[in-house]
C-alpha cells in the first residue's frame, strides 16, 4: 500500500451531505462536491491486509477490488483506479451512491478503529470517470450472430445487458415502464440518484450496440404488451430479470 502507517496516522472523515436547509428547497442530490485531500487520507487508511475482507463475498458482492483502488487514489491515480473499478463492476456510478457499503462493516481496520471510508472513495472514482470521459462506449470488435431478450431493465438487466454485449451478442432489453432503468430510476428518489446519470449510462450502451425498448410490457394484455412467445420464437435466449 501507499501509505504503510496510513491506518494510525488519519483517522476516518467522510463527505459531508449538503446542508437541510438547502436540500428542502429542492430535489437535488444531497451530496457535496468530492473533497480530494479527505479522499487520498482515506485511502492512505486501507492497510496492507493479509485477507482484505472487504473485497470477498462478506464484504462485497461483486468482488471490488478495494485495497487496489484505494491505494491508486492514495498515488493520485484516478484514471487508473477507475479503470480498476470498472473491471469489476458494471455500474459504480450508481453502487457508489446507493449500495449500503457492507465492505465497510467487513474492514479490518473496523476491528479495532472505524472502518476505511470506502463508499465515498467509489462514489467519487465513478464520478471522475464521468467527468473527465473515462467511461468511452466499448463496441465489440466481433458478433457472435447471437441474439438476446432481456425482460427488465434494472441493475440486472442492464449489467446483464453490457456484459453479453460485450462478448458480442445482439441484446435488446425490454421495460414495462416509459424509462429505461427499472429499480434505479422509479424505486431510488432523486436526492439519491439524479436520473440523468441513468440517462447518460443509457446512452452509452446504444452507443455500443444494445437496443432498448420502453413502454414494451412482456406477456401483459394492454396495447403495449409484447409476447412472451414472440420473443422466444425471435432470440436465442430470453433472459427474465424483472
Given amino acids: 500500500m501507499g501509505k504503510v502507517t496510513g491506518f494510525k496516522e488519519f483517522q476516518r472523515a467522510v463527505e459531508p451531505y449538503r446542508p437541510a436547509k438547502e436540500r428542502k428547497l429542492d430535489f437535488k442530490e444531497i451530496y457535496t462536491d468530492h473533497d480530494k485531500d479527505l479522499l487520498s487520507d482515506q485511502a492512505a487508511r486501507c492497510m496492507d491486509c493479509g485477507v482484505p475482507f472487504c473485497q470477498s463475498n462478506e464484504g462485497c458482492p461483486v468482488y471490488n477490488l478495494i485495497p487496489e483502488w484505494n491505494d491508486l487514489v492514495y498515488q493520485d491515480k484516478w484514471e487508473e483506479a477507475f479503470e480498476r473499478l470498472m473491471k469489476t463492476n458494471n455500474f459504480p456510478e450508481v453502487t457508489g451512491r446507493v449500495c449500503p457499503a457492507v465492505c465497510e462493516g467487513a474492514c479490518v481496520l473496523g476491528i479495532t478503529e472505524s472502518p476505511v471510508a470506502i463508499k465515498n472513495l467509489e462514489f467519487a472514482i465513478a464520478d471522475k470517470g464521468f467527468q473527465n470521459g473515462w467511461l468511452k462506449?466499448?463496441?465489440?470488435?466481433?458478433?457472435?450472430?447471437?441474439?438476446?431478450?432481456?425482460?427488465?431493465?434494472?441493475?440486472?438487466?442492464?449489467?446483464?445487458?453490457?456484459?453479453?454485449?460485450?462478448?458480442?451478442?445482439?441484446?435488446?432489453?425490454?421495460?414495462?415502464?416509459?424509462r429505461i432503468g427499472g429499480l434505479m430510476m422509479y424505486g431510488i428518489p432523486n436526492m439519491k440518484l439524479d436520473k440523468s446519470i441513468i440517462d447518460?449510462?443509457?446512452?452509452?450502451?446504444?452507443?455500443?450496440g444494445i437496443e432498448f425498448f420502453a413502454n414494451a410490457d412482456v406477456g401483459g394484455k394492454g396495447e403495449n404488451s409484447v409476447s412472451m412467445n414472440d420473443l422466444d420464437k425471435s432470440n436465442d435466449i430470453v433472459l427474465l430479470t424483472t
Fill in 200 to 208: 447518460q449510462r443509457v446512452e452509452i450502451m446504444e452507443m455500443e
Fill in 137 to 178: 462506449p466499448r463496441i465489440p470488435s466481433n458478433r457472435t450472430g447471437k441474439s438476446i431478450a432481456i425482460v427488465g431493465s434494472g441493475p440486472a438487466g442492464l449489467s446483464a445487458a453490457q456484459q453479453l454485449n460485450s462478448v458480442g451478442h445482439h441484446v435488446k432489453v425490454y421495460e414495462r415502464a416509459d
